[in-house]
């Protein structure tokens, strides 16, 4: 599996000096034209915006991880191709697919990463974890099945070492559509609270981590009479990619993958409950924004899930979307999120940690 590969890179690379990825700043003109190379032949030509700013080592791990994205993408479409969509291939082979998606645009946002900011980013990650959580938001979904729009959200999370609780609660005011969470994780890589992030001398914060956790969700759907129960599990790895290269310090890839079965109870009807099973896969690539306390980041991802708020995007995916979260002192920050599928979700809140 693709994610098997990022753990790797979390565990066995060796943090780089905390150097510049080129000793001359490149010129104006010839970051635009980097950037470019990066966005346009990038598809093609892997690690291009590098090669254009003589980062040459830069170019080729940047390539490497496009190949061997590319290569899991094939391997997995294979077995689709030549069995005609096969539905027992489809299973087995599909993850595979989706992962070296993931992996190719990854490396894709990494050399226009790198180009852009050349090893001088926007922001180092945060430096505190927190024990507790709280969150208050307030949602929009704009989805022509359901009558719902306006939602109120409220989340806590508590961490205590390696493991961590959450809850959620979405309610809208007017139908009673209510959604309740609750998940439970462990940590086995990576930033606990009571401590900083894992330091180096020369390279400062890594909050790269390892964490499976596993949840139970039950919405309820007043008005249309029905309620869907989900347990799930996923495994979620994120790498700080400056472990890959310099230019790439400030920024950071995810990549998720799990699965869950999906109840349905209908209120009118008699007889066992519908059953669905669910590929859960994620992929991100995000950058941190500030420093210390005034800190937070944010992502842009892909998420496989088609029983979520955004619902798929069409056919077989998922949705895509963009999520932010900065604090503005050690206690207080805004979260924000918006998703895109065959419906619309948006988010904005505050956030208070301790």
Not at 61 to 85: D, E, H, M
Request: with cysteine; proline share 7%.
């Amino acid at each position: 599996m693709p994610w098997i590969l990022l753990i790797s890179l979390t565990l066995t690379s060796v943090p780089p000096p905390n150097v510049p990825a080129t000793s001359v700043p490149p010129t104006p003109a010839r970051r635009t034209l980097a950037a470019a190379a990066a966005i346009v032949p990038g598809v093609l030509v892997a690690g291009g915006g590098h090669w254009i700013l003589g980062d040459t080592p830069g170019a080729k791990k940047i390539a490497a991880l496009k190949g061997a994205g590319l290569a899991t993408f094939v391997a997995g479409f294979l077995p689709i191709l030549y069995s005609n969509a096969s539905d027992k291939v489809m299973h087995a082979s599909y993850p595979v697919v989706i992962g070296g998606f993931g992996l190719f645009s990854i490396a894709t946002l990494a050399d226009l990463y790198g180009v852009v900011f050349s090893g001088r980013p926007p922001g180092t990650g945060p430096t505190l974890v927190p024990s507790l959580e709280l969150e208050q938001h307030w949602m929009h979904v704009e989805d022509d099945q359901f009558t719902y729009d306006d939602f109120w959200h409220v989340g806590l999370t508590g961490r205590l070492g390696g493991a961590r609780l959450r809850g959620d609660f979405f309610h809208s005011p007017t139908d009673g559509n209510t959604r309740m969470g609750l998940e439970a994780a462990w940590r086995f890589l990576g930033p606990r609270p009571a401590r900083d992030p894992g330091t180096t001398p020369d390279r400062g914060v890594d909050n790269s981590f390892l964490e499976l956790s596993a949840g139970l969700i039950r919405h309820d759907f007043l008005p249309e009479r029905f309620r869907v129960t989900t347990p799930q599990c996923l495994l979620l790895g994120r790498m700080d990619l400056e472990r890959l290269h310099p230019s790439l310090r400030g920024s950071f890839a995810e990549l998720g993958a799990g699965w869950g079965l999906e109840f349905t109870d209908y209120r009118d009807v008699a007889g066992p409950r519908d059953r669905a099973q669910l590929l859960l896969f994620q992929v991100a690539y995000g950058l941190y924004l500030g420093s210390g306390e005034r800190a937070g980041e944010v992502r842009l991802f892909y998420d496989h899930r088609h029983d979520d708020w955004a619902g798929g995007a069409q056919g077989v995916l998922g949705f895509f979307g963009l999520r932010g979260r900065f604090y503005f002192s050690r206690h207080w920050g805004v979260d924000w999120l918006a998703e895109r599928g065959t419906a619309t979700r948006v988010m904005l809140g505050a956030v208070f940690r301790y």
